[in-house]
């Protein structure tokens, strides 16, 4: 299984990076590329054709300013895609790009994270996952009591 992480610009890369690097740490294979909407529109056709053919099992599309990307690959493709808001240089304070990226019409729905929120796609495409593969599964549940477990320790220390 593999998650593919897209993004419209290489000026996405810093975000998007968090994604990367929370899908490494649970071990889960990752195709990375740069898929314009607006400038790319072919590639963009091809990839969300075919990312299933390729054993892609879930989409992280990260925009700015329109944000088209995520919207675009779940209405051509039959993966689940989890939308990264992404605040650019020519955005309106990110609003422009996570509505672009929520307000989905019936049909075509994309998961959609925080603004600047790929750590947590990064999750939740281990999740959906991990709801079919056992070890990636155990990998989130260790992630999550060790969460759990930093919360307490801070807790712990004020009460000292």
């Not at 990839?47 to 700015?64: K, M």
């Not at 689940?80 to 990110?94: E, L």
Request: hydrophobic share 45%; charged share 15%.
């Amino acid at each position: 299984m593999k998650v593919a992480v897209i993004m419209g610009s290489i000026s996405d890369m810093p975000i998007m990076q968090e994604a990367i690097d929370i899908l490494k740490a649970f071990d889960i294979e990752i195709e990375v590329d740069i898929v314009s909407a607006h400038r790319t529109p072919e590639k963009l056709f091809d990839f969300s054709q075919n990312a299933h053919n390729r054993g892609i099992s879930v989409v992280i599309a990260g925009a700015g300013g329109a944000a088209h990307l995520p919207g675009m690959v779940a209405s051509m493709s039959p993966l689940p895609v989890i939308g990264v808001p992404i605040k650019s240089s020519n955005s309106i304070d990110g609003w422009d790009s996570v509505l672009s990226i929520l307000q989905m019409p019936g049909g075509v729905p994309v998961a959609t994270v925080a603004l600047n929120g790929a750590k947590n796609a990064g999750i939740l495409a281990a999740q959906i996952i991990g709801s079919h593969n056992k070890s990636i599964l155990e990998k989130v549940i260790k992630y999550k009591t060790g969460l759990k477990e930093a919360v307490n320790i801070a807790s712990e220390s004020l009460q000292k």
